[in-house]
């Protein structure tokens, strides 16, 4: 074998105690190479963006005067309404909300502006109330063409009240870009009851069959803190008569912040729905749509699932963090777990020895992201595409130089967090050992490879101690010195990957 | 980067630089990828077997091999990667 082909490859491979079975020992590395936070420990980064907002489903609890809410009791399940009256201020909240989802921007699947907040501008000095109702969405920054907060300036509606009217009558941010649609918006400000308003938009059923998940936009009419119930259940349309249907458990619904008021309601049934058309009715009503939603089954070459996501990033597509993705490899489930997940990369394969997946698209996805510490031989190791923090790049908010003794790098982990270190090795080093400015000694046996290529190369792997930078030194079978090397310990991004094969859908 | 106990010999073959181009952009790439791209071009396993190697979906095999190819193209410049593939 040519002993170029040395440096082609790099196992992992935990510190060895004995002989070991390199292919087994690979095995496990892989798996702890996407474990990633159990080698060295951390702070996930806060990668995602906060995109939609979800209302808590808390239990309900009946109060009497003077106790604390126990929110562990579902104290009674039955239909109630809240006995609050709802204020002018609600109204002129409930008013920005219709508003917005009138203009259609207030849609996940499109453009959804997240409505935040309410101020009142002024007293009343001509019979006209005045609020400005502000909103929330996706920053704009220079990858991101779905973005709604322009420089940190929220968008905002400007309403006014004449005692029997709200009336829209101005924009402000990026709500201006839809000014004409919107200023001039009118509607009687009569009361009404508190209302729990669900517009349910998307269906989808899980790979396991055991429930139907149905997404929409929510939002709630009445006094915050607020507090409604309501008994739903969902059905196949054709169902044929003594078919199931399936509870909602739509028990209790309690914003408790202004900027709980609407959101994104994800409800999963308790049983699985068919494929095909669905209605949900509920007791007391929930403004749903009226018509029936459409089931999407998952088709064939569909990998990726992602429900009401949106994509933010043109060239980097981004999963929103907090719903969950599921894929299927090979024609197997799998869970992408929630959190900030990024595609890492995508293409599609061309011409050559692809067999049946020819023409076909592949994707990876990136998750579970945390500060952890690299070395010098680790560069390249790491996936620069997942966050562009491999070893040779600084994340943000830390420090490098390339200075070998006195370096500034940081320890993400507080002084506990150990690196793992790999690479190869020549056939005439027997041990290779860390010699850390900490004073601390790794001293490692080099690990033969296994098969065809046993004697033209060796492994080594170690875990290190916090440090900052050192000599890697490797010897020979009778503990000669044979080359001794500065190695830079830095810290970076390691993380999980997945590829998946075919497309990603809504 | 890798520990030698001897010094590296210099090639002769008139194609050295251009082997030696492709043999160091492989090893940037990260690991797995670098994985596939070896045994599956230099040690001829097939898909499968470098699948049954990695203990990974041969569809996960093929994207990575894939991606790395395209990697090696588009960022390491390198366009004749089949040719240089191929040699040993």
Known sequence: ???????????????????????AVGRRSRGLRRRGQLISLTTTLALGLAVFLFFSFAQPNDKPSGEENDRSQVVNPGPQEDESETSLDDRAATFAIKSVAEA???????????????????????????WVATFSGPECTNSNTKCIVIDGIPPALKLESNGIDFTVTGTEGALSKWSERLTGITAPSDPGPPQFVWEIYQADDETDAKRTHLVGVSYWTGPIPGRYFSECEGRNVDAAPGDEKSVLPLRGISPQSEDERDGLLRISTETPLNQGAIEVTCDPAINTKPEPYEMSPVPEEL???????????PDGLELAPDLPSKALRDDIPI?????????????????????????????????????????????GNLDAEISGWGCSEEPPGLSHSDEVIGDSTLNPGGGTVLSFTYGTLSPEVATVEFELTTGDLVRVDAIEAPGQLKGGIKYFAAYLPPAENGYIVARGPTGEELQRERICLRACIVGNEESVNGTIGH | KRLEGRPVQTHTDPDAADKQAVRDAISRLPDRQKTVLVLHYYLDLSFAEVADWM??????????????????????????LEEALNVT
């Open chain 1, 104 to 130: 259609g921007l207030h849609d996940p699947t499109d453009i959804y502006f997240d409505y935040l907040d309410l101020d009142k501008t002024s007293a009343p000095v001509d019979a006209t109330d005045k």
């Open chain 1, 303 to 313: 990998q990726l699932v992602e429900v009401g996501s949106e994509i933010i990033v």
């Open chain 1, 1 to 23: 074998m040519s002993p170029d082909l040395k440096s082609l490859m790099n196992r992992s491979a935990p510190e060895p105690s004995g002989p070991v079975d390199i292919a």
């Open chain 1, 335 to 379: 869970d992408i777990p929630t959190g900030p997940r990024y595609v890492a990369a995508r293409g599609t394969f061309d011409e050559g020895d692809w067999g049946e997946v020819e023409g076909k698209d592949w994707w990876f996805i990136s998750w579970g992201h945390e500060k952890a510490w690299c070395n010098s031989f680790q560069i």
């Open chain 2, 55 to 80: 203990n990974a979906p041969e569809g996960t095999v093929k994207s990575l091999a894939h991606r790395a190819v395209k990697k090696l193209r588009e960022e390491e410049g390198l366009l004749d």
